[in-house]
DNA sequence: TGCCACACGTTATAGCATAACGCAATTGAT
DNA sequence: ATCAATTGCGTTATGCTATAACGTGTGGCA
């Protein structure tokens, strides 16, 4: 994967996402960035697009938010169907790369001959510090 | 699993989803239902809630759309996780109950000690139909 | 220079979901 | 029988999520 040169609203919401701790919804960083000149949803969706197209950032359907990409981003590294664990309690949400679940999935898919295009895979709980507590 | 005794609203928005050949928006069942009564949201979602909670209905988190369980609910019948195929041209949606991902999935969980609450999973692109056309 | 592609800014609007209030019907215990 | 609790319902208002449509500026390049 080649390198891709942000720009400037690009790099600002993909610090927004980087430095959060939980997802954040576009309005959430639209208020964190207005004291870097946002304005206006647009600019976020319009950033959030290409971050997305990039790869850098994931967007979690089940909660309508967006999580900066844990993985890293320096070398050729195109992951495929990536699944989510998402924390109800805290936020926190992890990434699960697993080959068996992307195998089966497309085997499931060829079965009906249905051409995938995107897949989602959300699990939604409890962390184990918070499932502890 | 126990017969439900639905409502007149219940029944109406189930109606509307069992008849519909493609997946209905909270809005378009309301629009469909206005000569039944139905005048605001809140109606519908109300609905919605019950339904999806006798597992009558699935939400589909991915186009914020709900459909008819395909399945039958006339004997005990529990599912655990289901995937769906969804065609973005036609809308056509089919359920898939399959072991094999529900077995890895809750591995996965378990392996990071994450208790599970509700899963996810939806896979966008286009029907054998359409991926034909 | 003229054209094109792209990012950007702004205003307005569309689409999805819930809060908060009050009323009516049902149930079930006293 | 009656009171309290629960549940469903209707209505108004509001909040959250996302995109349409228009115009501006800039950089690359034939």
Known sequence: ???H???RNQNLVLDALSHADAPLSAYTILDKLRDHGFRAPLQ???ALEKLLEFGL?????SINAFVACAHRHDHAHEHGVTAFTICEDCGNVTELCDSVIEERLSFLATQQKF???KTTIE???HCQTCAAA
């Open 5 to 7: 040169q942000l720009t």
């Open 44 to 46: 976020v969706y319009r």
């Open 115 to 117: 051409k995938t295009e």
């Open 123 to 125: 699990i939604r709980g």
């Open 57 to 61: 950032v994931h967007r979690l359907e």
């Open 1 to 3: 994967m080649a390198d």
